[in-house]
């Protein structure tokens, strides 16, 4: 099992860019970038948190849990 993170489906919901979350959040684009690409091992509760209040959502809007295709 992995976690798929679905940021980029969020933000556009709620037609925002990047860079506005990143500065309501107070992180930098680079970072957030490489959170919406997957490629951070972990988040704090407390960035998950500020990207749901300002995306007003729940952490399931943005994480997907998705079983791993182990090939037969």
Known sequence: MR???RLDVMLARRKMRSRELAERIGITE???SLLKAGK???MRFETL???CDALDCQPGDLLEA???DHGS
């Open 30 to 32: 680079a970072n957030l």
């Open 40 to 42: 951070v091992k972990g």
């Open 66 to 68: 998705v079983a791993e």
């Open 49 to 51: 948190a500020a990207i």
């Open 3 to 5: 976690i798929v993170v």
